[in-house]
Antibody, heavy 116, light 106 residues
């Protein structure tokens, strides 16, 4: 059974870069689409983007200028980088596998706070 | 982007009662809709995809219907573990978008 686990800094300063990693266990990272989704009290659930390969990545237009997704198949990990963060980027960040149009499974989520 | 609107915001019901949750899309999304359940402090769990197909392991008391712009999630007889927040999400177009959720409370 595939399991996902997010990791990374839980506190990021304004204007800096948020970097998170999702480790996939119990299954192959290849042949699937992988996504990042965040959840905040103010904006609810927000889809950030989807990675399948370096030339098959789609980002939310609201974030596309600041976000980069990548995959390291050798480590069974996929990553999120979000630059120039502000307090509005404070949220619980989830990684998930794309499946049947939705997302399943999800990681447990990691709360990232943007604050000086 | 497609805006997903859920109603009501909160549904107050008792165990054993029937719950009917609505989700409306700002434009037609065919049947490209999923439903999730989320308990506090947990990640969402996929319940229904293609508007009406239950995901593996989801009890038969959960059912989905609708197409186009109007969708419904029905829980036929609420169990204690069903009290949670439910979200719809469209996958007809990019970016994927979610509704704001319906809280089913006791």
């Amino acid at each position: 059974q595939v399991q996902l686990q997010e990791s990374g800094p839980r506190l990021v300063k304004p204007s800096e870069t948020l970097s998170l990693t999702c480790t996939v266990s119990g299954g192959s990272i290849s042949r699937y689409n992988w996504a990042w989704i965040r959840q905040s009290a103010g904006k609810g659930l927000e889809w950030i983007g989807r990675f399948y390969s370096s030339d098959n990545t789609i980002y939310n237009p609201s974030l596309t200028s600041r976000v980069t997704l990548s995959v390291d198949t050798s480590q069974s990990q996929f990553s999120l980088k979000l630059t120039s963060v502000t307090a509005a980027d404070t949220a619980v960040y989830f990684c998930a596998r794309e499946r049947s149009g939705g997302f399943d499974p999800w990681g447990q989520g990691i709360l990232v706070t943007v604050s000086s | 982007e497609i805006v997903m609107t859920q109603s009501p915001a909160t549904l107050s019901l008792s165990p054993g009662e029937r719950a009917t949750l609505s989700c409306r899309a700002s434009e037609s999304i065919s049947n490209n809709l999923v439903w999730y359940q989320q308990h506090p402090g947990q990640a969402p769990r996929l319940l229904i995809y293609d508007a009406s197909t239950r995901a593996v392991g989801i009890p038969a008391r959960f059912s989905g219907s609708g197409s186009g712009t109007d969708f419904t999630l029905t829980i036929s007889s609420l169990q204690s573990e069903d009290f949670a927040v439910y979200y719809c999400q469209q996958y007809n177009k990019w970016p994927r978008t979610f509704g704001q959720g319906t809280k089913v409370e006791i």
